[in-house]
Nanobody, 126 residues
Framework: LRLVESGGAFVQAGRSLRLSCSVS????????IGWFRQAPGKEREAVSC???????????YYKDSIKGRLTISRDNAKITVYLQMYGLIPEGTDVYSC?????????????????WGQGNQVTVST
């Protein structure tokens, strides 16, 4: 599985930003895709995960503290997963990476995936 992120940017606090994760490889439809973030010197943490295309009843997972300011979506035709972030705050300055694994959405956000993208820097100014 190959994942390529895009959309990272320098934005002002309060603005919105959409990250994209383009996925390719074999049996992509069986992989849940998720977003994690990591700041320098801190552990990587889950942001949001969405279920595999083949798992139509799987509900997305969102980190509780930012649940109302995120929407994760999956365009199966483009094999791309989007993370729409609203009302960004400076604490959201991190490297955001997408990952894929053969799990349920909530499980992926706990155990992390087997495959990772290169990461995308998001910087939120005050």
């Amino acid at each position: 599985l190959r994942l390529v992120e895009s959309g990272g940017a320098f934005v002002q606090a309060g603005r919105s930003l959409r990250l994209s994760c383009s996925v390719s490889g074999r049996s992509v439809e069986h992989y849940a895709i998720g977003w994690f973030r990591q700041a320098p010197g801190k552990e990587r943490e889950a942001v949001s995960c969405t279920g595999a295309e083949a798992a139509t009843s799987d509900s997305p997972y969102y980190k509780d503290s930012i649940k109302g300011r995120l929407t994760i979506s999956r365009d199966n035709a483009k094999i791309t997963v989007y993370l729409q972030m609203y009302g960004l705050i400076p604490e959201g300055t991190d490297v955001y990476s997408c990952t894929g694994g053969p799990h349920q959405a909530n499980a992926l956000c706990i155990v992390e995936g087997d495959y990772w993208g290169q990461g995308n820097q998001v910087t939120v100014s005050t």
